[in-house]
């Protein structure tokens, strides 16, 4: 069954930086789309970050543009999001996950089918 | 960006009956296929979990209880025979244009 499992995170200091991973299980991640999507305290969900198939496309939320980096190194089959200037309001369980698949030239959309199990970054001043 | 709006932002719902969510974009989803609408469910302490992909499609192990409806900007869910394990909070987000966006949320709980 495929599985995205998840590391990093925990408690830093506002400004600091850290960098989440995320490990693809019983799966290959190099056709897909990958997300991290991030959830705060009591509220909603948040879309962050999405990087294409093949790592030439990264697009980010305003409210990290410029400080994160979302990466991929599909022979490790891992992702990874690093966020700089850390601030408190990214305080928030962070989930991994994938949607869109490539096969040749043909593009597959089976939504977001397979989430992390969440990782929990605390930011304190 | 668009806007994804849902209501109501709870429910609470007896056992047996049905329930429905809505969910009204800002700008049409529509493109190439349909409808580029999904929703997803959160139990209690778990991670988010596919229910519904472009508009009405089923995630693979998804109850028939469950049902998507909708077009371009204004789109329905729907929870029929609704039982105890159907609590958590759902959410529509649209995927036709990055950024990605979700929904509020809405919050069932069973009566």
């Known amino acids: 069954q495929a599985q995205l499992v998840q590391s990093g995170g925990g408690m830093v200091q506002r400004g600091e930086s850290l960098r989440l991973s995320c490990v693809g299980t019983?799966?290959?991640?190099?056709?897909?789309?990958m997300h991290w999507v991030r959830q705060t305290p009591g509220k909603g969900l948040e879309w962050v970050a999405v990087?294409?198939?093949?790592?030439?496309?990264?697009y980010y939320a305003d409210f990290v543009e410029g400080r994160a980096t979302i990466s991929r190194d599909n022979s490790k089959n891992i992702l990874y999001l690093e966020i700089d200037s850390l601030r408190e309001e990214d305080t928030a369980v962070y989930y991994c996950?994938?949607?869109?698949?490539?096969?040749?030239?043909?593009?597959?959309?089976?939504?977001?089918?397979?989430w992390g199990q969440g990782t929990t970054v605390t930011v304190s001043s | 960006d668009i806007v994804v709006t849902q209501s109501p932002l709870s429910l609470s719902v007896t056992p047996g009956e049905s329930a429905s969510i809505s969910c009204r974009s800002s700008?049409?989803?529509?493109?190439?296929?349909?409808?580029?609408l999904e929703w997803y469910l959160q139990k209690p302490g778990q991670s988010p979990q596919l229910l519904i992909y472009?508009?009405?499609i089923r995630a693979s192990g998804v109850s028939d209880r469950f049902s998507g409806s909708g077009s371009d900007t204004d789109f329905t869910l729907k929870i029929s025979r609704v039982e105890a394990g159907d609590v958590g909070v759902y959410y529509c987000?649209?995927?036709?244009?990055?950024?990605?966006?979700f929904g509020q949320g809405t919050k069932l709980e069973i009566k």
């Open positions: 700008h049409s989803l529509l493109r190439d296929r349909g409808s580029h």
């Open positions: 472009f508009t009405s």
């Open positions: 987000m649209q995927s036709v244009r990055t950024p990605r966006s």
């Open positions: 990087i294409t198939h093949d790592g030439s496309g990264r």
């Open positions: 996950t994938r949607d869109e698949k490539v096969a040749g030239n043909y593009y597959y959309y089976y939504g977001m089918d397979v």
């Open positions: 019983a799966f290959n991640i190099d056709p897909y789309a």
